[in-house]
């Protein structure tokens, strides 16, 4: 089982940004697939970005053109750049490890999660 805390969350205005991060314990260049899901009070968990092995990339269409999914090897940690954030945003944030398949992505492990909070 992999190890993931998510760290980088707070409180931004709207149209602000923030970068989340996602350690991971162990090479990330194991796995499959890694992935950010997002849920707010009151909704259903959401599957933000996802991102491949070889580094296919993939977005939830309001967050596309705002938030991009990297990782870097070196450090084995995943990132979400957030940009011109909206009050829409706002969700607890988790990183979490699985696969791309047929069906689409599966998560299998997942970290504690991380509290955005866009507002005035």
């Known amino acids: 089982q992999v190890q993931l805390a998510e760290s980088g969350g707070g409180l931004v205005q709207p149209g602000g940004s923030l970068r989340l991060s996602c350690a991971v314990s162990g090479s990330i260049a194991n796995i499959n697939a890694m992935g950010w899901y997002r849920q707010a009070p009151g909704r259903q968990r959401e599957l933000v970005a996802t991102?491949?092995?070889?580094?296919?990339?993939d977005y939830v269409d309001s967050v596309k053109g705002r938030f991009t999914i990297s990782r870097e090897y070196a450090k084995n940690i995943l990132y979400l750049q957030m940009n011109s954030l909206k009050p829409e945003d706002t969700a607890v944030y988790y990183c979490t490890r699985g696969g791309q398949y047929s069906a689409g992505y599966e998560s299998e492990d997942w970290g504690q999660g991380t509290q955005v909070t866009v507002s005035t």
């Open positions: 991102i491949t092995s070889g580094g296919i990339t």
